[in-house]
């Protein structure tokens, strides 16, 4: 196996089918109560990314903004960028919003994923005092149209993994297009 033949995703899809382990445990995630096999993270995995392109028109090159802990839907959504060829620009959650408003502007991000909730904090009602303007836009479209910030020209799609989301906001599990990938919220 060669490691530097393609993406970080590529190399473990064939690490994976050289090693015949679909069936092996390769995620648990015990305070999410979730446990994946190799051949179940690759079924997510590969929504995912189906749904990065063609729901959050995400390409190569693309950055997406995971603002989220250490859990399952950011492990899924790092293979899913590498296997799209985008760059998952990952962020402590302990930021406070200023720096990421920092890091979405500078980086040129193109869809940020944040948590329902970290905390007490609800991560998915601050989206609409942070990116008010944006939200009323959208809120005046039809469809799910990007939204068109004048403060962040790159930010397209607001992505949570709540269950539920003011209008112009993604839930989660919305975004994957292929086989079955919902997670709770």
């Not at 490691?3 to 648990?28: H, I, M, N, Q």
């Not at 063609?54 to 802990?69: I, S």
């Not at 991560?123 to 990116?131: A, D, K, P, V």
Request: charged share 20%.
């Amino acid at each position: 196996m060669d490691p530097s033949a393609g993406t970080v995703a590529a190399f473990y899809y064939a690490a994976v089918r050289e090693f015949d382990v679909p069936t092996k445990d390769c995620l648990t995630a015990p305070a999410q109560d979730e446990k994946f096999t190799h051949g179940g993270l690759d079924r997510h995995v590969y929504a995912y990314a189906v749904g990065l392109i063609d729901v959050l028109g995400v390409k190569a090159g693309y950055k997406v903004a995971l603002w989220l802990g250490n859990d399952v839907e950011s492990i899924v959504l790092q293979y899913a960028c590498a296997l799209v060829g985008a760059t998952a620009v990952t962020l402590d959650p302990a930021l406070p919003w200023e720096a990421v408003l920092r890091t979405v502007g500078e980086q040129g991000v193109h869809a940020l994923v944040v948590p329902g909730r970290v905390g007490a904090e609800s991560r998915t009602q601050q989206l609409t005092e942070h990116f008010a303007p944006e939200l009323a836009y959208f809120a005046t479209q039809s469809g799910t149209e990007p939204l068109r910030s004048k403060r962040f020209r790159s930010l397209k799609y607001l992505v949570s993994t709540a269950g539920e989301v003011p209008a112009g906001v993604l839930r989660m599990r919305d975004v994957p297009v292929y086989g079955n990938s919902e997670w709770r919220g």
